[in-house]
């Protein structure tokens, strides 16, 4: 089990990193990235930090901490070169917040994230035919989200990804302690978006082999 989409004290999460790690390790976790939320105000503050925190946890942890940021409700024109920014900051996973149904994101949100080859689009609502595509041509993964609300248009997205070949990714979105799913839950998540049991262990084997190498 892994999750690649997580949040801390760095932004709305209730958790320090360590303590997060700790709670992920007791559900067995390989690895999980903390994501915070990130515009131009912040992420030269975050990213060190849970870099830092990453360095020194990782030294003793069977959970392997991955320093990523979640670029959130920036315009879509500004999205490539944060992204870069992000890149050249060290994170190893980079997430933009996707037009969710349940928050007011911009139009073109989804597509600047997949055209600056983020590594994740999270809970990318009612994503287009040729966003899906474009998103399989570019490998950006599309995200399963288990977070109420963001869930709302699983089924959309991974009927989607079926038909034109894109990867997914299954994430909690976690801001809290109880937010965090364990493999079986975030199977049954991927499952309740319409996909076999067969493709649900397919995304895991993809997502291992592409974010943590293995």
Not at 12 to 30: M, Q
Not at 84 to 112: F, K, Q, S
Request: aromatic share 6%; hydrophobic share 45%; net charge negative.
């Amino acid at each position: 089990m892994f999750d690649f989409h997580c949040h801390s004290i760095f932004s709305d999460g209730e958790l320090i990193p360590a303590e997060l790690l700790r709670r992920v390790t007791v559900l067995g976790y390989e690895a999980v990235a903390i994501t915070d939320h990130a515009d131009q105000s912040n992420i030269d503050f975050i990213l060190p930090r849970i870099i830092s925190a990453a360095k020194a946890l990782n030294q003793v942890s069977k959970t392997r901490l991955i320093p990523g940021i979640e670029i959130t409700h920036v315009p879509p024109s500004q999205i490539p070169e944060l992204v870069g920014r992000a890149r050249i900051l060290g994170a190893e996973i980079v997430v933009v917040h996707g037009e969710t149904l349940v928050e007011p994101v911009e139009p073109g949100t989804n597509l600047a994230a997949i055209k600056a080859r983020a590594d994740i689009l999270a809970h990318p609502g009612l994503i287009s035919e040729e966003e899906v595509r474009l998103a399989a041509e570019k490998g950006v993964f599309l995200e399963l989200s288990g977070r109420k609300g963001h869930s709302l248009a699983n089924g959309h997205v991974a009927a989607l990804a079926r038909r034109f070949k894109a990867h997914l990714v299954v994430n909690s979105d976690a801001h809290a302690p109880g937010d965090f799913m364990t493999k079986e839950f975030a199977e049954k998540v991927a499952q309740g978006a319409g996909l076999s049991l067969e493709e649900v262990a397919d995304i895991f084997l993809t997502v291992r082999e592409r974010f943590l190498g293995i």
